[in-house]
């Protein structure tokens, strides 16, 4: 069967691009702003340790050994 161009698939219809007001692009990039912010505190937060606490104190030995 020949292929008909009369029965070629319906084109997509055009869709109008509406520009965001200003306010909801300042309310939008704020919030993306604040969620890094947070979430990089919260990841310093957990991962930053005391520099004291990261270090394990040697044990001291009671042996008499351990004192000569």
Do not use: C, Y
């Amino acid at each position: 069967m020949p292929a008909d161009s009369s029965a070629a698939a319906p084109a997509a219809p055009d869709i109008a691009v509406v520009p965001l007001p200003e306010r909801t692009a300042f309310a939008i990039l704020g919030t993306m702003i604040f969620l890094i912010l947070a979430l990089t505190a919260v990841l310093v937060e957990t991962t930053w340790g005391d520099a004291a606490s990261a270090t394990e104190v040697p044990a001291i030995e009671s042996e008499p050994l351990a004192q000569r």
